[in-house]
């Protein structure tokens, strides 16, 4: 696997005029963990089944946490190599707006731990 390395902002990096790669290395694994849960389903025209239901579903008055955490864990299982999830556990706070995703991953580069607020 190789992708191009991105900042926490999603731009590009560069190392002597010239894009960075990320391969074959758990930041890789990473980065496409937040990528994809990131990503709002239909963003992207070109594969529109793709992404996050967050205004389909996540958004929606109504919808309970056990049907969100299926959603992110369904994301997470479904990232390149990772091999299954150690632990996970979200919280929302309504004041902030911010649901908080914190989960360990064992993946072919080894355990992973992230943690990941999302502004709703």
Same mark, same amino acid.
């Given at each position: 696997?190789? =992708?191009? #390395?991105?900042?926490?902002? %999603? $731009? +590009?990096? +560069? ?6 790669? @990320?391969?074959?290395?758990? =930041?890789?694994?990473?980065? $496409?963990?937040?990528?994809?849960? %990131? *990503?709002?389903?239909? $963003?992207? *025209?070109?594969?529109?089944? #793709? ?8 958004? #929606? ?6 049907? @969100?955490?299926?959603? &992110? ?14 632990? &996970?556990?979200?919280? +929302? =706070? %309504?004041?902030?707006? @911010? +649901?908080?995703? =914190? *989960? ?8 992973? $731990?992230?943690?990941? %607020?999302?502004?709703?």
């Amino acid at each position: 696997m190789a =992708d191009i #390395k991105i900042d926490e902002n %999603g $731009e +590009f990096i +560069f190392t002597d005029n010239d894009l960075t790669i @990320v391969r074959d290395n758990r =930041d890789e694994i990473i980065q $496409e963990l937040n990528i994809r849960l %990131g *990503f709002y389903y239909t $963003e992207w *025209f070109l594969n529109v089944p #793709k992404g996050v239901p967050y205004l389909e579903t996540i958004l #929606k008055k109504g919808t309970s946490l056990q049907t @969100v955490n299926g959603i &992110f864990i369904r994301e997470i299982n479904a990232t390149e190599g990772v091999n299954e999830i150690l632990e &996970f556990t979200s919280d +929302f =706070d %309504g004041e902030s707006r @911010v +649901f908080q995703l =914190d *989960f360990k991953v064992n993946t072919i580069y080894g355990i992973i $731990e992230i943690s990941r %607020g999302v502004t709703v």
